[in-house]
């Protein structure tokens, strides 16, 4: 399965790459072959066992913490001499919440909600203030780490399941958003996102979930009803992660949260959508066993 699910996803995202470079895309040839490369990361981690898998999650949480403290040190007035503590505190309770995701993230994943309420509606300079960002990093990046690393206990199954309906729901969206979208629905804070592009999204949902019953079996002895909550659920909360960092992006007044990702941005630029769903789909998919 996990060998289908390499072959598979890297010969899609080599398409669409080679014809970028055909095309003289050179920014989304770029992006391509940086997906190619933690494609590559990603599977090999799968591939290696789960202790692998959680230090592959355990990097990506620290390099989201670190992109996060650097912004806010920025655009925030605490004074140095807060700042240290601070981030001890931070980094302590996310390293707890990484550890005990399994056991917690139920409980937390509410908070991760709230937390992603008030960074959509709240003023900037609520947003901007360090406690919230201190929360922000705890209730959704670490927490989205350790369910991320927590999914991969049952084996490769799950993993492969959200990771790949997660693409399939962004490059659909992203091509007929570029090809037909007009409607825009969220035009200050995703002037990207169109109505036309969600419904793209939904038509790769359904085109992901079709492969995860055919050339790449982890959803083949899963029940009807089963697949069709996860096509609920990705379809509610596929583009709410991208949504959401975009808002914070914004409120903090930047345009990337850092730049080791060509063609991306940073990790929290490339595994937003990631983080934000992985706490809700380690519950779906428990609950559906």
Known sequence: MLLAFYIVTLAMIGFFTLTALLGGKREVAVRGLTLIVLQNLTCLALWAGYPVFRFYAALVLLIGLFE???HYRTVSKVRLRWAMPMLVLVAAASA???LEAEHVGRYVAPVGLALAGFAFWASASKVREPAFG???????????????ATLAQDGAAPVVTFLLLLQMNDAFGLLAGKKFGRTKLF???SPGKSLEGYIGGAAGVIAGILMLNGWIPALVDASISKQIMIFIFVLLFGNMGDLLFSALKRKLGIKDFGGMLPGHGGILDRFDNIVFGAPLFAILWAALQ
């Open 96 to 98: 707890m919440l990484f």
């Open 68 to 70: 996060l403290a650097r």
């Open 187 to 189: 035009p200050r804070i």
């Open 134 to 148: 201190a929360f922000f990093a705890i209730g959704i990046v670490a927490l989205g780490a350790g369910s991320l």
